[in-house]
T-cell receptor
Framework: QKEVEQDPGPLSVPEGAIVSLNCTYS??????FMWYRQYSRKGPELLMY????GNKEDGRFTAQVDKSSKYISLFIRDSQPSDSATYLC????????????FGRGTQLTVWP | DTAVSQTPKYLVTQMGNDKSIKCEQN?????MYWYKQDSKKFLKIMFS???????INETVPNRFSPKSPDKAHLNLHINSLELGDSAVYFC?????????????FGPGTRLTVT
């Protein structure tokens, strides 16, 4: 079983829609939960960061972590065409290796 | 001012050749990484260096050899290139390797082996 599972999509929504992206993970030792956004032909950039369980909100973006279910989510409200990108979840055990475990990425298209 | 830079951006070469990709970060970070991203966007760790010492070495063919001359640079040399090596290679850096730190990615090097 992979450390992190993510539905690759693709996902296509109209502008203004609420988008829900999800990942599941297998190891309860994971402590740090991140979402990276990757635009076409660019490197990934950190979008949201959560430590342990709970919610974190930043503008139109909300990250949720449910450690009991080993489930993480990213919600995008009032989605915009500029949100069109690949979204990768990434999880860190907090070891001394700095190793991130990435999901496969979900490709999102927001059409006007 | 570019934080993590890679050269070249594009690399087209024939099977059997040897090539190198260079990476530099100006963030003062201690830890650097090489990732391979395949055509389906899966990002896979290859190597990680912390203070010039190798700390992650995934199951990568020994045709791939990383080298870190100093904390700000991490290069990747690939011998005897194969068709399956075609991918985008990303360099990244983080403050250190203790976990929970953001990784900053370079723009990627798109390698095509013909």
């Amino acid at each position: 079983q992979k450390e992190v599972e993510q539905d690759p999509g693709p996902l296509s929504v109209p502008e203004g829609a609420i988008v829900s992206l999800n990942c599941t993970y297998s190891n309860s030792a994971f402590q740090y939960f991140m979402w990276y956004r990757q635009y076409s032909r660019k490197g990934p950039e950190l979008l949201m960061y959560t430590y342990s369980s709970g919610n974190k909100e930043d503008g139109r973006f909300t990250a949720q972590v449910d450690k009991s279910s080993k489930y993480i989510s990213l919600f995008i409200r009032d989605s915009q065409p500029s949100d069109s990108a690949t979204y990768l979840c990434a999880i860190d055990r907090g070891s001394t290796l700095g190793r991130l475990y990435f999901g496969r990425g979900t490709q999102l298209t927001v059409w006007p | 001012d570019t934080a993590v830079s890679q050269t070249p951006k594009y690399l087209v070469t024939q099977m059997g050749n040897d090539k190198s990709i260079k990476c530099e970060q100006n963030l003062g970070h201690d830890t650097m990484y090489w990732y391979k991203q395949d055509s389906k966007k899966f990002l896979k760790i290859m190597f990680s260096y912390n203070n010039k010492e190798l700390i992650i070495n995934e199951t990568v063919p020994n045709r791939f050899s990383p080298k870190s001359p100093d904390k700000a640079h991490l290069n990747l040399h690939i011998n005897s290139l194969e068709l399956g090596d075609s991918a985008v290679y990303f360099c990244a850096s983080s403050q250190d390797a203790s976990g929970g730190y953001e990784q900053y990615f370079g723009p990627g090097t798109r390698l095509t082996v013909t």
